[in-house]
């Protein structure tokens, strides 16, 4: 497969590059920062630099096209401002989809967030809540699109090494999931048709990825 994610040098970003070209995928990561490329062809995939924020449908299809799968995982990060969680978790989010279907990739996982269909009923402006809305309204369009399409939502991150064990369900529950296992998993839904149209949910359990993503 050719895989293009977007958010190329984040952490599951990367720890996915390295499963998937392990295999013997092709992986391009969409980079804002030059200085990121070698992160990523260290990690056996190439880099293509696109700043998600200031391009436009066209250039980023520009990467796209001929990929099996898109994945967004992208975010504008803890140490960003409000403004940054919708023109990145929302805006780029919304490009990259956009870019998938004018090129025809109908293979389009996003990661989204825990939590994040608390974000209607929620009305303060506190910048997590600000976080997510952008991730619900993220879910909200691509939901809206013709794409074959699935959103992940883990739950807390951590740093831990991967057990390889996992509870993914459409609901699971407040958890914790390393990014190793995230990543694995993320790996698994690129062929996984049972997760097409599913907004699922992912923390760390007991069952061993591979039987989690059979079992949908």
């Known amino acids: 497969m050719r895989v293009v994610i977007a958010g190329g040098h984040g952490q599951i970003a990367l720890r996915l590059t390295r499963l998937l070209a392990g295999d013997g995928h092709e992986v391009?990561?969409?980079v804002r920062n030059p200085d990121h490329e070698g992160d990523l062809t260290a990690a056996g995939g190439q880099a293509a630099v696109l700043d998600l924020e200031q391009a436009d449908a066209a250039a980023v299809a520009g990467v796209l096209s001929g990929a099996d799968v898109a994945i967004f995982a992208a975010g504008a990060g803890p140490g960003s401002g409000n403004a940054r969680k919708d023109t990145v978790d929302r805006g780029a989010a919304a490009l990259f989809a956009d870019a998938s279907e004018q090129t025809?990739?109908?293979?389009?996982?996003?990661?989204?967030?825990m939590g994040a269909d608390r974000a209607p009923s929620l009305t303060d402006d506190e910048t997590f809540t600000v976080y997510l809305r952008a991730k619900w309204a993220a879910e909200e369009d691509l939901r809206s699109r013709d794409l074959d399409w699935t959103v992940l939502r883990p739950g807390s991150l951590t740093n831990d090494p991967g057990t390889g064990q996992v509870l993914l369900a459409d609901?699971?529950?407040?958890g914790r999931i390393s990014r190793d296992d995230v990543a694995?998993?993320?790996a698994g839904l690129c062929d996984t048709p049972a997760s097409i149209g599913r907004t699922l949910e992912l923390v760390a359990g007991q069952t061993p990825v591979a039987e989690a993503l059979?079992?949908?």
């Open 28 to 30: 391009v990561g969409l």
């Open 171 to 174: 609901k699971t529950g407040n």
């Open 214 to 216: 059979t079992t949908l």
């Open 104 to 113: 025809g990739v109908r293979r389009h996982i996003q990661v989204g967030s």
């Open 184 to 186: 694995l998993v993320l």
